[in-house]
C-alpha cells in the first residue's frame, strides 16, 4: 500500500510564501506521474498543478507564473513552492500519485492565506 505524507502547509499573509513536500512511500514513485490538487471549503477539488514521471509539468491558469511543482526521485518526494499567495489560494492541498491505473491521495495539509 502506498502512502503519501503532506507537509509544508501552515498560515500565510497575502504576497508571502509556502513550500509544500508529499513524500511517497514505496518504490513506485520514479515511474509515477504526481499531482497537487485543492479543496476550498464548499468547492470542488481542482487540479493546481502536475508532474510526469518525464518531468513535464503543467498548471491551473490561476497559479501560473507563481507555483512551481517539481520533484526529487532520490528522496521520492514533490513539491509545490507557492509564491505570491493570494486569499483565494486558502485550501486544504493535496497531493496524488497515479501509475496505470492506480492512483492514492494523501491526507491534506491545510494553507490559509490572510488578507
Known amino acids: 500500500q502506498v502512502q503519501l505524507v503532506e507537509s509544508g502547509g501552515g498560515l500565510v499573509q497575502a504576497g508571502g510564501s509556502l513550500r509544500l513536500s508529499c513524500v511517497v512511500s514505496g518504490s513506485i514513485f520514479s515511474r509515477a506521474d504526481m499531482g497537487w490538487y485543492r479543496q476550498a471549503q464548499g468547492n470542488q477539488r481542482e487540479l493546481v498543478a502536475a508532474i510526469t514521471s518525464g518531468s513535464t509539468t503543467n498548471y491551473a491558469d490561476s497559479v501560473k507564473g507563481r507555483f512551481t511543482i517539481s520533484r526529487d526521485n532520490a528522496k521520492n518526494t514533490v513539491y509545490l513552492q507557492m509564491n505570491s499567495l493570494k486569499p483565494e489560494d486558502t485550501a486544504v492541498y493535496y497531493c496524488?500519485?497515479?501509475?496505470?491505473?492506480?492512483?492514492?491521495w494523501g491526507q491534506g495539509t491545510q494553507v490559509t492565506v490572510s488578507s
Open positions: 496524488k500519485v497515479t501509475l496505470y491505473a492506480y492512483n492514492s
